[in-house]
């Protein structure tokens, strides 16, 4: 049986984080068909198919235009591709390509906060992660991926302001990729290690003892599971020491 540390903790206050996340989950994805929605007029004598020829046009200029911005590491390209990506995502034609642009969004967008710092980005980051995750069958092979990349989003903002909510949704996030990865997979025990940093300090926070044991377990498996040539092995035994 694969190991399943989402599954490890049954408890009343689990099961109540896990409605509000469910709230929380369905709330941000009605959000995402809003907050990035770019006014587009011109549109409204086209048809589908034009349409959708033009979100992939739109799709394929965002890229474009990030390109742009590895090269030339100027904001306003990267500006001008999240804008495109935006639109290009409010008409997507059908669920797949909307996926896609709303992964590339994240991306994006999760990149210029690495330059601006502004909270805002990791906001329309998370509405975009929901976004995509809602329209992604569960069985999905980027679902888990997705899933990771919102545990970063949490994150990265319960550091920059402290919210106990964000850490509650990073673990959730956490756990669902945990669950979603084969134990094959070579990303798993950075996950699981990922995980025990933020089950632990958790419990530095609420104290909660569930906290801390599950943070052991998720250590010892990333140990386990993590091949002896691996140049991350030192450091996920030296955390799990810790």
């Known amino acids: 049986m694969p190991y399943r540390v989402f599954s490890l903790i049954h408890r009343k206050s689990h099961t109540d984080r896990l409605k509000v996340w469910d709230i929380h989950q369905n709330t941000m994805a009605q959000k995402s068909q809003i907050t990035i929605r770019v006014p587009f007029p011109a549109l409204d004598s086209l048809g589908a198919s034009d349409i959708h020829s033009l979100a992939h046009f739109l799709h394929g200029q965002g890229h474009s235009l990030l390109d742009s911005f590895e090269s030339t590491k100027e904001l306003r390209d990267l500006n001008k591709g999240i804008n495109t990506l935006r639109q290009a995502a ?54 888990p991926r997705l899933f990771n990349n919102l545990w970063h989003a949490h994150w990265t903002r319960f550091k920059h302001s402290g919210g106990l909510g964000d850490l509650d949704n990073a673990i ?59 140049p991350k092995k030192p450091a996920l035994l030296s955390n799990f020491a810790h």
């Not at 669902?176 to 958790?202: E, G």
């Open 90 to 143: 409010n008409h997507a034609s059908d669920d797949t390509e909307r996926r896609k642009i709303l992964d590339c969004l994240s991306g994006a967008i999760m990149e210029r906060f690495e330059h601006t710092k502004d909270l805002g980005d990791i906001e329309e980051n998370i509405v975009a992660l929901h976004g995509a995750l809602h329209i992604t069958p569960n069985d999905h092979p980027r679902r």
């Open 172 to 230: 959730i996030a956490l756990r669902h990729a945990v669950d979603l990865t084969p134990d094959n997979d070579h990303h798993k025990p950075t996950i699981l290690n990922d995980l025990a940093i933020a089950l632990r300090d958790r419990f530095g926070s609420i104290h909660e003892l569930d906290d801390l044991s599950t943070a052991i377990i998720a250590h010892r498996r990333a140990t386990e599971l993590i091949s002896t040539d691996d």
